[in-house]
Every structure is written in C-alpha cells, then in structure tokens.
C-alpha cells in the first residue's frame, strides 16, 4: 500500500477538557476542532502539531472502544492513523496479507475522512487506522 504520512495519533483521555490546559498552555498546541463521532461513542479534539494532527478521543459510552480501553488500560496513546491512497485497496491488500481486519469496508470517521482499523492483535500491538481524504 502507499501511505503518504502519518496522519494522526489517537490519545484516549478521560476528559477533553481536563486534558486541554496540558496540550495547550504546557505543549502550546492549539485545540482547531472538536467534534462527535456517534456511532464510534467518542468525541474527539483535534490539534495540529507540525505536519501531523493528535487526536484526543474521550469516551462518551463506557460500553464503546474508548470507554473499555480506558477502564482497561487508563489514559494514554491508542491508535495511529496512516494516510493511505485507495483505502479500499489498501485495505485489501492487507487482508490479503493475512491482517485481521477491524472493519472489512471503510467508514466515515472525524473530519470527514473514510477511515478502517486494523485488529492490534494482527499488527504487533498497534491499533492502526488507514485513512483517505477524498
Ligand atoms: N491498542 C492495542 N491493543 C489494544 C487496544 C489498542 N488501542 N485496544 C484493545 N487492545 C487489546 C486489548 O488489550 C486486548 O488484549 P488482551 O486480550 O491481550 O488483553 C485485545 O486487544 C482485545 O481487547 P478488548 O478489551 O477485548 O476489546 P475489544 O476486543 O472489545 O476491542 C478493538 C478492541 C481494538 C477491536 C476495538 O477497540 C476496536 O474496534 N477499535 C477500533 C475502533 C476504535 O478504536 N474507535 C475509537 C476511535 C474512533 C476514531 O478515531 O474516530
């Protein structure tokens, strides 16, 4: 597959708002967005940090995947995002290659970006999203 960049890193924390002052009155970043993503049970606040972005997703479901990673595994960094061209290939290419798929077609995820996640069991511990922005 032909990944471009990094696109964002995931960071599960129990509080976007808790977690502001530290990203950006010690970090100096700045919040540009936040935004829901329902049917993920998360909200999300997004910051651009030189060419790439971090994500913090807060659990709004404690049933939902940032819900049962914090009660699992506390605060801390949960997925990186690659940016890939052709998701849909891309996608294959890696179930081709005996990957465990999360999600077997791409879906719409924060900003608008078609996004699928590879299973953390499948790629050495790292839950991996590919995504495109077409
Ligand atoms: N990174 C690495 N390993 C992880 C993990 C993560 N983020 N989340 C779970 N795991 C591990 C667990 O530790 C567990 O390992 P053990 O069996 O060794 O204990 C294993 O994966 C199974 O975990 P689980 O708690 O039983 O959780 P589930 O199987 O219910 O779900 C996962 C795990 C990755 C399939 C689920 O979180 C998922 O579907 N994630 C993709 C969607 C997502 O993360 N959405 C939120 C972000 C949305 C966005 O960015 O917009």
């Known amino acids: 597959m032909q990944i ?7 960071i599960a924390v129990r509080s976007i708002e808790e977690s502001l002052p530290y990203y950006q009155e010690v ?24 060419q790439t ?9 404690p049933d939902g995947a940032i819900g049962k990673f914090i009660e699992k595994r506390g605060e801390g960094i949960h997925h990186i995002a690659f ?18 798929l999360i999600d077997e077609s791409p879906r719409l995820g924060a900003e608008g970006l ?3 996640f ?7 511990g790292v839950l991996t999203e590919l995504c495109e922005n077409k």
Do not use: M, N
């Open 53 to 61: 972005k971090l994500e913090l997703l807060e659990s709004t479901d």
């Open 4 to 10: 471009s960049h990094i696109e964002h890193i995931g």
């Open 83 to 100: 940016a890939v061209k052709e998701i849909e290939s891309a996608l294959e290419e890696a179930r081709s290659k005996g990957i465990r």
């Open 114 to 116: 078609h996004i699928a």
């Open 118 to 124: 590879l299973h953390p069991k499948s790629t050495h």
């Open 27 to 50: 970090l100096g970043l700045k919040c540009y967005g936040i935004e829901e993503v329902k049917d993920q049970k998360v909200r999300t606040a997004f910051f651009q940090a030189g």
